[in-house]
C-alpha cells in the first residue's frame, strides 16, 4: 500500500513499531484492523499480565487503550508519532479470565492541539470489559 507524505500509517507499519519498541513488545499487542482513526488491537492472554486466579490485570487493559489510540492517531497522522498520552479514564467493567482480548480506539476529535478518543476492550465474545476515554496532546504535524 503507498500513501501521500500526509496519510497515516498502514496495519504492517503499526505492527512494525510493536515489534521494534521493547515498551509495546512486551505485551504481544497484535494490529487486528485499522482504518482511518481507528485501530483494534488483539491481546494475547499472557501468564505475565496476570492477577491471582488468571484474571487480567487491569494496567494490561490500560495499556492496550493507550497503544490502540496513539495508532488510530498514526492511522490519520503519520507525523504525529511524538504525540504523547495527556489523560486517561478507564471503567472496569467485566473481567476476562486466562483468555484474549480486543481493544478498539476510536478518534472524536483532532484539534489543533488536543486529540479526543474512546477506546473499549472486548472479549472474542463481543462482551465489553472496560471502557477508556482518552486525549493526547499533539506533538508533531
Known amino acids: 500500500m503507498t500513501h501521500t507524505p500526509?496519510?497515516?500509517?498502514?496495519k504492517e507499519e503499526l505492527q512494525r513499531i510493536i515489534d521494534e519498541k521493547p515498551f509495546l513488545h512486551v505485551y504481544g499487542f497484535q494490529v487486528d484492523s485499522v482504518s482511518e482513526?481507528?485501530?483494534?488491537?488483539?491481546?494475547?492472554?499472557?501468564?505475565?499480565?496476570?492477577?491471582?486466579?488468571?484474571?487480567?490485570?487491569?494496567?494490561?487493559?490500560?495499556?492496550?487503550?493507550d497503544a490502540a489510540m496513539w495508532f488510530a492517531i498514526l492511522t490519520k497522522l503519520?507525523?504525529?508519532e511524538m504525540s504523547v498520552t495527556s489523560e486517561m479514564t478507564t471503567a472496569f467493567l467485566k473481567g476476562a479470565k486466562e483468555e484474549?482480548?480486543?481493544c478498539k480506539a476510536k478518534l472524536?476529535?483532532?484539534g489543533g492541539r488536543i486529540i479526543f478518543g474512546t477506546a473499549k476492550c472486548m472479549n472474542l465474545?463481543?462482551?465489553?470489559?472496560?471502557?477508556?476515554?482518552?486525549s493526547y496532546?499533539?506533538?508533531g504535524g
Open 78 to 80: 503519520r507525523d504525529a
Open 137 to 139: 496532546i499533539r506533538r
Open 108 to 110: 472524536i476529535k483532532v
Open 37 to 65: 482513526g481507528v485501530c483494534v488491537l488483539r491481546v494475547p492472554f499472557n501468564h505475565a499480565f496476570e492477577r491471582p486466579g488468571g484474571v487480567v490485570s487491569g494496567p494490561l487493559y490500560m495499556a492496550a487503550a
Open 125 to 134: 465474545h463481543g462482551e465489553l470489559l472496560t471502557h477508556h476515554t482518552l
Open 100 to 102: 484474549d482480548f480486543l
Open 6 to 10: 500526509l496519510s497515516g500509517l498502514n
